[in-house]
């Protein structure tokens, strides 16, 4: 058999002419834009929208600290000690923006530098404020890469003890001295993105850029992170994974028996049960996170009436979910219930009893998922 001869790139080039001249092209007598002028709007929108990110990560930070404080109890062993700030050098963030971030967020490249301080955290209360310069923290040399990182590990191993830090601020240094706090230790991030949605997973919670711009106060902020966290100190994610194993054992004993006969299934039994059971209680697991995200928004000091109006917002960039709902209650059903729970806060603080959620004891069976999807 004869190979076929590669395509010259001269023959290709001749075709891919022809494919250009024979498509329609723009008439307009469009101006000419000198390169640099273009290459300097690109980089004050690299500026602005980095300002920007970090403008909102602080607004994120701020909520996710009170919540994280307020509710440490709750994360029984994933606890960790915390200041509220953190610093960073160019070289410590992403390389796509160490071009201009020194610009950006007005930091060095020769010490770390505070970039978000927390109000009313204890690096606040010991009157550090963004734009200090930060040098060693209990003698150790705050490294240039990794900044952050490096910080949260040793102040949490640090625990409670006040831990030192060398300041810099107009010129004059100084040694300041905070005292850490406890409080849940899964990181909350942020990241840029559109789509209107927050999640828990074992290790983080994930804050977009979509919901943030959804929420109208921090209290609806505080409300969505609450919410997250609740995922991950009520197990609802390990409980979804035993829901999944146990419905792929029940679909594969299924497969099983059909074997026996002689026909095989190829495992369709135990995928389809096993994604039922993924699906278990899924409704319920989420009106859960919601009733108690409320509380734990309200411990950290939130007022959550009138939060309930993000899912009214929220029907409006989802028109689908205020009449069905697969994995989640139909937006009307976490309006109400947010009214109902805030009732509920507020009657038990008019009491002067503690805010806890009611919960029902360990052993006690959730309604079924099936019947909460057929009542929406």
């Known amino acids: 058999m004869r190979q076929a001869r590669p395509v010259s790139v001269a023959v290709m080039t001749v075709w891919?002419?022809?494919?250009?001249?024979?498509?329609?092209?723009?008439?307009?007598?469009l101006p000419d834009m000198a390169k640099d002028?273009?290459?300097?709007?690109?980089?004050?929108?690299?500026?602005?929208?980095?300002?920007?990110?970090?403008?909102?990560?602080?607004?994120?930070?701020?909520?996710?600290?009170?919540?994280?404080?307020?509710?440490?109890?709750a994360?029984?062993?994933?606890?960790?000690?915390?200041?509220?700030?953190?610093?960073?050098?160019?070289?410590?963030?992403?390389?796509?923006?160490?071009?201009?971030?020194?610009?950006?967020?007005s930091i060095g490249w020769s010490r770390p530098t505070a970039i978000s301080v927390v109000e009313g955290s204890p690096a606040a209360q010991a009157g550090l404020v963004a734009g200090d310069e930060l040098t060693a923290l209990n003698g150790d040399?705050?490294?240039?890469?990794?900044?952050?990182?490096?910080?949260?590990?040793?102040?949490?191993?640090?625990?409670?003890?006040?831990?030192?830090?060398d300041v810099r601020r107009d010129g004059v240094d100084r040694t300041v001295t905070v005292t850490p706090v406890m409080g849940c230790s899964i990181p909350v991030e942020y990241h840029i993105d559109e789509t209107v949605n927050a999640s828990a997973s074992d290790l983080k919670?994930?804050?977009?850029?979509?919901?943030?711009?959804?929420?109208?106060?921090?209290?609806?902020?505080?409300?969505?992170?609450?919410?997250?966290?609740?995922?991950?100190?009520?197990?609802h994610l390990d409980k979804q994974r035993w829901n999944t194993i146990v419905g792929a054992a029940a679909g594969a004993a299924i497969d099983v028996g059909i074997?026996?006969?002689?026909?095989?299934?190829?495992?369709?039994?135990?995928?389809?049960?096993?994604?039922?059971?993924?699906?278990?209680?899924?409704?319920?697991?989420?009106?859960?996170?919601?009733?108690?995200?409320?509380?734990?928004?309200?411990?950290?000091?939130?007022?959550?009436?009138?939060?309930e109006e993000i899912w009214r917002r929220m029907a409006f960039v989802q028109p689908q979910s205020i009449l069905s709902g697969r994995t989640h209650p139909i937006m009307a059903v976490r309006f109400v219930q947010i009214q109902k729970t805030t009732a509920?806060?507020?009657?038990?603080?008019?009491?002067?009893?503690?805010?806890?959620?009611?919960?029902?004891?360990?052993?006690?069976?959730?309604?079924p998922a099936v019947e909460a999807a057929a009542r929406h």
């Open 16 to 29: 891919a002419s022809g494919f250009l001249t024979s498509c329609a092209a723009p008439v307009a007598q």
């Open 141 to 165: 040399l705050i490294p240039l890469w990794g900044t952050a990182n490096w910080m949260w590990r040793k102040i949490a191993e640090n625990g409670t003890d006040p831990v030192r830090l």
């Open 344 to 367: 509920e806060i507020e009657d038990k603080k008019r009491r002067g009893r503690p805010l806890e959620p009611e919960l029902k004891s360990a052993d006690a069976d959730p309604a």
């Open 75 to 105: 994360c029984k062993d994933r606890i960790a000690a915390q200041i509220g700030l953190t610093a960073a050098t160019p070289r410590s963030l992403p390389r796509r923006y160490q071009s201009y971030a020194s610009e950006a967020l």
């Open 259 to 307: 074997l026996a006969g002689g026909v095989s299934t190829g495992g369709a039994f135990r995928k389809q049960f096993g994604g039922l059971g993924a699906m278990a209680y899924s409704v319920g697991f989420e009106r859960e996170a919601d009733y108690v995200g409320a509380y734990y928004a309200a411990r950290a000091g939130y007022d959550t009436k009138g939060t």
């Open 37 to 73: 002028v273009v290459a300097a709007e690109q980089r004050a929108q690299q500026i602005a929208q980095l300002r920007r990110y970090y403008s909102e990560r602080h607004r994120m930070d701020a909520v996710a600290f009170r919540i994280r404080t307020a509710n440490v109890a």
């Open 205 to 235: 919670i994930l804050i977009t850029s979509g919901i943030l711009a959804l929420t109208q106060s921090d209290a609806e902020l505080a409300l969505v992170i609450g919410h997250e966290l609740a995922h991950s100190t009520l197990g």
